[in-house]
């Protein structure tokens, strides 16, 4: 049986100081990551670099994947954050689906930078079970 990739979600959970620099627009995107940025303990924000489906069947499947992988970050009690998702939407598709877990853009100068805080991103998650 062959195996191919046919989607993919890419995601940091970073730091305060990481999460500001995107907040002040000085970083625009996941490459500005510096390894310092990328904390596994206490993190800021997770910021979403990517979220890919080769096909409306694989995109429906890790459109799934993605929201539960987030349920299960920003859902967490025992851990201090994330405290906001940041993300910038590559797709109409993209911004579709950013709008209905209650992601919006942030004014910054030249950014396309988006952002939903902890306790609505949870109530839109558990909403879109349903």
């Not at 046919?6 to 970073?14: D, R």
């Not at 310092?36 to 979220?51: G, K, L, N, Q, R």
């Not at 950013?98 to 939903?116: E, F, H, T």
């Amino acid at each position: 049986m062959r195996e191919a990739v046919v989607g993919y979600l890419a995601s940091w959970t970073i730091s305060a100081s990481a999460s500001a620099r995107y907040l002040s627009g000085e970083y625009r995107s996941g490459l500005d990551l510096q390894e310092e940025d990328i904390v596994s303990v206490e993190p800021e924000a997770v910021y979403v670099t990517m979220v890919y489906g080769s096909d409306i069947t694989s995109r429906y499947e890790i459109l799934k994947i993605t929201l539960e992988h987030l349920m299960n970050l920003f859902g967490r009690v025992d851990m201090n954050g994330p405290k906001h998702l940041l993300a910038r939407p590559a797709t109409p598709e993209g911004e579709r689906i950013m709008r209905k877990i209650g992601m919006k853009p942030l004014k910054l100068d030249g950014s396309d930078l988006w952002i939903v805080g902890r306790e609505q991103l949870l109530m839109a998650l558990e909403s879109s079970r349903r």
